[in-house]
């Protein structure tokens, strides 16, 4: 767990710290059904980011998993962001272990820019979860290993599945938590009110009409897609992210190493879409656990990679994001 570092410099007189700008781009963050389940605070010169518990999603994440991953998604857009405006973003993971929701107090400091950041960043407006099918094009296992190697920096294990009987096995565990929700009518009357049209939650537009193995079974999906390429061979990478042991402090870790892959996958022309339906049913969470991890730590959420479809497709509306002024609270 990564500890402050002296914060003398944080507090001296110097440039304005650009927090507004950097927290528009840390909340472009992906989280899981997309709902920005994070609360950030603002204390003169130092920043705080919080669980909020009011978006958490009852049946589908009931210990709250889910939630705090996406809130360590939206830690490292956060740096990543801070970077690419010329600050080095000083980060105390979990400074309160008496209050989980107080996920990590952050302080700024300015260092020089530099060009590989600022394309970082960039690729923060790039990034989409694009659900329709990845072209036929297979991913090289030697991309997966790097994208693994850039999510490990980050304090999580990446670990590409591919050998076919452990995607296939994959595959199966994910149709099983499939049918397990979809007899669920609490489950999927929350699913239900979350797809929608309002301000947040997900929408309609991003779902796929078809349903594929692949991908969750989604209610009045609206977004065409191209089924020529049902018929195709599974040309998908996947990788598995997981840590040591179940703490808030590993899954904020396996939020950060998502966040870290999915934009340098962005960066590299890749499409990234995570899949948390097999580790949000605790049956088959533990299969995943014991027969693709043998037991060796837990899996947190599941990346399918592959290339975007190059033929004319309609583009994706953006996703709906909360206003700032409904995340930052500025305590002083």
């Given at each position: 767990?990564?500890?402050?570092?002296?914060?003398?410099?944080s507090?001296?007189?110097?440039?304005?710290?650009?927090?507004?700008?950097?927290?528009?781009?840390?909340?472009?963050?992906?989280s899981?059904?997309n709902?920005?389940?994070?609360?950030w605070?603002?204390?003169g010169?130092?920043l705080?980011?919080?669980?909020?518990?009011?978006r958490?999603?009852?049946?589908?994440d009931?210990?709250?998993?889910d939630?705090?991953?996406?809130?360590?998604a939206?830690?490292?857009?956060l740096?990543?962001?801070a970077?690419?405006?010329?600050?080095?973003?000083?980060?105390?993971?979990?400074?309160?272990p008496r209050?989980?929701?107080?996920?990590a107090?952050?302080?700024?400091?300015p260092?020089?820019?530099?060009?590989?950041?600022?394309e970082?960043?960039?690729?923060?407006?790039?990034?989409?979860?694009?659900r329709?099918r990845?072209t036929s094009?297979?991913?090289?296992?030697e991309?997966?290993?790097?994208?693994?190697?850039?999510?490990?920096?980050?304090?999580a294990?990446?670990?590409?599945?591919?050998?076919?009987?452990?995607?296939?096995?994959?595959?199966?565990?994910?149709?099983?938590?499939?049918?397990?929700?979809?007899?669920?009518?609490?489950?999927?009357?929350?699913?239900?009110?979350?797809?929608?049209?309002?301000?947040?939650?997900?929408?309609?537009?991003?779902?796929?009409?078809?349903?594929?193995?692949?991908?969750r079974?989604?209610?009045?999906?609206?977004l065409?897609?191209d089924?020529?390429?049902?018929?195709?061979?599974?040309?998908?990478?996947?990788?598995?992210i997981c840590?040591?042991?179940?703490?808030?402090?590993?899954r904020?870790?396996?939020?950060?190493a998502?966040?870290?892959?999915?934009l340098r996958?962005t960066?590299?022309?890749?499409?990234?879409?995570?899949?948390?339906?097999?580790?949000?049913?605790?049956?088959?969470?533990?299969?995943?656990?014991?027969?693709?991890?043998?037991?060796?730590?837990?899996p947190?959420?599941?990346?399918?990679?592959?290339?975007?479809?190059?033929a004319?497709?309609?583009?994706?509306?953006?996703?709906?994001?909360?206003?700032?002024?409904?995340?930052?609270?500025r305590?002083?």
């Open positions: 767990m990564a500890t402050s570092t002296d914060r003398s410099s507090t001296a007189p110097g440039p304005r710290r650009p927090f507004e700008e950097i927290l528009t781009l840390a909340c472009r963050a992906p899981v059904h709902t920005q389940p994070w609360l605070r603002l204390h010169e130092r705080e980011l919080w669980a909020d518990l009011s958490q999603l009852a049946q589908a009931p210990d709250s998993r939630l705090v991953l996406s809130c360590g939206a830690l490292h857009h740096q990543v962001a970077r690419g405006l010329g600050w080095r973003a000083v980060v105390d993971r979990l400074p309160d209050n989980p929701r107080r996920l107090s952050i302080t700024l400091e260092v020089i820019m530099a060009k590989e950041a600022v970082e960043m960039q690729a923060i407006g790039s990034r989409q979860t694009d329709r990845f094009w297979p991913v090289p296992p991309r997966l290993e790097t994208l693994a190697r850039v999510g490990e920096q980050w304090g294990a990446v670990v590409p599945i591919v050998d076919e009987s452990a995607r296939a096995r994959l595959r199966a565990l994910t149709r099983r938590a499939d049918e397990v929700q979809s007899d669920d009518p609490a489950y999927q009357a929350e699913l239900a009110a979350h797809l929608n049209d309002r301000s947040d939650g997900m929408s309609t537009r991003a779902v796929p009409v078809e349903h594929d193995a692949a991908n079974t989604f209610p009045a999906g609206a065409a897609d089924t020529r390429q049902l018929a195709s061979a599974d040309p998908e990478g996947i990788l598995l840590t040591e042991d179940d703490s808030v402090a590993c904020l870790r396996a939020g950060e998502m966040s870290a892959v999915w996958a960066m590299d022309g890749f499409s990234v879409v995570p899949l948390s339906q097999a580790l949000e049913v605790e049956e088959t969470r533990q299969a995943v656990q014991g027969r693709l991890l043998e037991g060796r730590g837990f947190q959420i599941i990346l399918r990679v592959g290339w975007p479809p190059i004319e497709t309609p583009a994706l509306t953006p996703s709906r994001r909360r206003s700032l002024d409904d995340v930052l609270v305590a002083d």
